[in-house]
């Protein structure tokens, strides 16, 4: 008799899934190596930024009093008496009507209060004049105006990017402390699948998700191990995915997860006395999504079509992995898009449609259905239609999930 399942709201399934996944803890990485990474600690500003006072222009460092008066009839003259670029330190104390010629990034010497640009000038070499008078730290770039020492910069939990980087190079990380990361393998399990190498005879497709897969897991910084194509035959399968899911802190497999007669995976989980978080999601493509956790270890059973897959992908295992990666923005972000095309089939389970988003329109990407492989390519994000509606008009408001974007959004809420 045909198993009957009882379907979970998607937002139960990603607490689910959230409930279970857990930080793996800390590493040390080079700085070089951080880009990606979520970092594990606070970062504080040890030092003011800039460090000291400097100049923003490229010029001539003044004691603003002595500008006083200046004007177009009565220009006020300075004597250059010393000549230093960024990196260097002027040794002489300017006195009345003196200057430093100063290029940008150079600290302001000792004396002076203000700068004045090459281009507000008259300039003769041994002294220039100037037309206008110039207020006490006027074109200074003041020492802590960026970052106060003690200022907390950036939080734990954090995605690194390449920003953060620079932060962290500014003071001196030459080692970054990160979340690890989980070890994840792919299992692209069905008889029918053969290698991308392969020519195609009747009956066989070549195997798109586990490609597919990697590159989700590539653009979120991971890498994987890959268990490449298994048979949908119980015993060795099973042998695969006990071996895989103890080499892993998460297996992902796909394929075999619903109710047909060579859909092994629920016998698997079974087999391996997994305990099994759901098994079905009110969600489409993706209702046959299934989640079970054996010995500690995650198992994510994807569907075999490849929309479900993807969809099944971005929407539960990513999450995961970010929770166990420790980060805090776990989930896509959404916003909201006018519809551009009439969508009218109706939407009994939440429905997830691959579009295709240009910042304020979205249209969504051609063939639609839970098997299509063309939508998945054309799409950069998904419509997400709720449950029990029908008819949705080109103009209407609808809500979207963004996809391949750097750093998540840290509240779920569909
Ligand atoms: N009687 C029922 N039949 C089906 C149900 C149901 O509730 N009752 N659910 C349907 C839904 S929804 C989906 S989604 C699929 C899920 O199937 P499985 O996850 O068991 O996956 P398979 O049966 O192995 O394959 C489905 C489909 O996907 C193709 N496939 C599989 N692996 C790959 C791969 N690596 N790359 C590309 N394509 C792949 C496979 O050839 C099949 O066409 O079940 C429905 N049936
Ligand atoms: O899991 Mo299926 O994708 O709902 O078509
Ligand atoms: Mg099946």
Redesign the pocket.
């Known amino acids: 008799m ?1 198993e009957h ?1 009882k379907p979970i709201p998607v937002t139960e399934a990603v607490e689910r899934v959230i409930n279970k996944a857990q930080a793996l803890g800390i590493e040390s990485v080079a700085l070089h190596d951080s880009y990606g990474r979520i970092l594990a600690e606070p970062i504080k500003a040890s030092h003011d930024v800039p460090p000291f006072n400097r100049s923003p222009y490229d010029g001539f460092a003044i004691r603003s009093a002595d500008s006083a008066g200046a004007s177009g009839d009565t220009r006020v003259q300075f004597e250059v008496i010393d000549h230093i670029g960024a990196g260097a330190v002027s040794g002489k104390t300017v006195e009345k009507q003196q200057a430093v010629r100063i290029m940008t990034g150079a600290p302001l010497p000792a004396g002076t209060d203000a700068v004045v640009m090459f281009e507000q000038t008259v300039d003769s070499g041994e002294t220039f004049t100037i037309r206008k008078p110039f207020e006490p730290l006027e074109n200074v770039s003041l020492q802590g105006e960026d970052m106060k020492e003690g200022d907390a910069v950036i939080e734990s939990g954090s995605f690194i990017h390449p920003g953060t980087i620079a932060v962290l190079a500014t003071f001196g990380y030459a080692q970054v402390e990160v979340a690890k990361r989980p070890v994840v393998g792919i299992l ?3 008889t ?2 053969l290698d991308v190498s392969e020519p195609l005879v009747p009956g066989k ?6 490609p ?1 897969i990697a590159a989700q897991l590539a653009r979120m910084g991971i890498g994987c191990k890959t268990y490449g ?1 298994s048979a ?1 035959e119980l015993d060795e399968s099973f042998n695969i995915v006990k071996q895989a899911s103890e080499e892993t802190d998460v297996l992902i497999t ?7 007669d ?2 092994f ?1 629920p016998a698997i989980y079974e087999r391996l006395e997994a305990e099994v978080l759901f098994n ?1 999601v009110a969600m ?5 999504t299934t989640v079970a956790v054996a010995n500690g270890k995650f198992l994510f ?6 929309s ?2 993807f969809t099944g992908f971005e929407l539960l295992v990513r999450p995961a992995i970010l929770k166990m990666m420790g980060a805090d923005k776990l989930y896509l972000p959404r916003t909201r898009a006018v519809l551009a095309e009439d969508f009218t089939k109706a939407n009994p389970f939440t429905r997830f449609i691959r579009a295709s988003y240009d910042g304020s329109s979205i249209r969504p990407a051609g063939f639609n259905m ?2 299509a ?1 063309s939508s998945i390519a054309r799409g950069n994000a998904l419509i997400v239609l709720p449950g029990g509606t029908r008819g949705y008009q080109a103009g209407a408001s609808v809500d979207v999930l963004l996809l391949g974007v750097e750093e998540g959004a840290s509240e779920w809420t569909l």
């Open positions: 045909v399942r692209s399990t069905g029918e699948l497709i070549r195997n798109s998700n586990g597919m194509m949908d796909t394929g075999g997860v619903s109710v047909g060579f859909d995976l079905k489409r493509p993706g209702s046959v059973g994807l569907s075999g079509n490849p479900a897959c839970s098997n492989v």
